[in-house]
């Protein structure tokens, strides 16, 4: 929501400015000038980008003006999740999970969590690490290699359409001054006309270079911005999950494991200790009745520490 109304503020705020100042209003609307700076923008990012990359600068700039930003909810959730894993581990093996990592859609434990089966690439970190260390043979040391490398791929693969959008954020100046400078040859073709005829050419060619500042700066660029920080939250969500699956390995208690991914958590969004030890204490969101209100779901003791 704060991206739409960030948007709705950038473009008030300049109309206000210029209707303030007596402006009129109908002189900003070029569509001859917007169709040369947004046509070519596009035609930019045709050329230099192959069609994948282009979905996925859509879909991003879609998730960030509908934003489902990693929320403390979120994290407690994951939390209480591998911790539910790490116990039946403890209990059972890692050959007791096989069947968990294998087909999560099926899982007891995932089902409790739908927004994590929903978060196809979180659910593919997890379940291919854990179903490595089932083979065994593998050291922490390299298994932490391994998601490292898992995660620079896939860090690197969802800043491509954030880079490919911010070098148009960088071309909008440029081609607003080509608007300007096919307005400037339009207006010399029109000397020894009526003097307010050359004005409006004038004011045309100008607002083609006004156009490609504002996009470039009012928009597109912010927009590449807040794209960064999507990915930037994500690669932190799949930092916890990492450190949390590397302290269990090493033989930390599963509390102590998942006290570890807390602590990795950014600040912003890092629940308390306490927070914690309830969310671990009581049942998945999933597993309370429709019709028990909070009061009544009691917590159940933690049968592993």
Known sequence: MLPIIGIIVVFGAVIAGFL???????????PSELITIVGAAIGTMLIANPLHILKAMIAGILVVLHPSMLGKSRYLDTLKMLFDLFNKVRKKGLIGIEDD????????????YPDFLKDHHARAFLCDTLRTAITGGVEPFDMDQMMELDMD??????????????????????????????????????LGGPPEEIGKKVAAALVGTFLGILLSYGLVGPLASSMTKVADSQNSY???????????????????????????IPEHVRPTFDEMEIACKRPAASEVPPAMSASQAQP???SEA
Do not use: C, N, W, Y
């Open 101 to 112: 990592v294998e087909k999560p859609v099926e899982s007891e434990i995932f089902k409790k």
């Open 300 to 302: 159940a003791g933690v």
């Open 238 to 264: 799949l930092h916890v999950i990492r450190v949390v699956i590397l302290a269990f390995l090493k033989g930390l208690a599963p509390v102590l494991a998942i006290e570890m991914g807390r602590r990795a």
């Open 153 to 190: 791929v896939a860090h690197h693969e969802v800043m491509m359409p954030v880079d490919a959008l911010t070098t148009v954020a960088d071309a909008l100046p440029g081609l607003g001054i080509v608007a300007a400078v096919l307005g400037v040859v339009i207006t010399m073709g029109s």
């Open 20 to 30: 303030m100042e007596k402006g009129h209003l109908l002189v900003l609307i070029q």
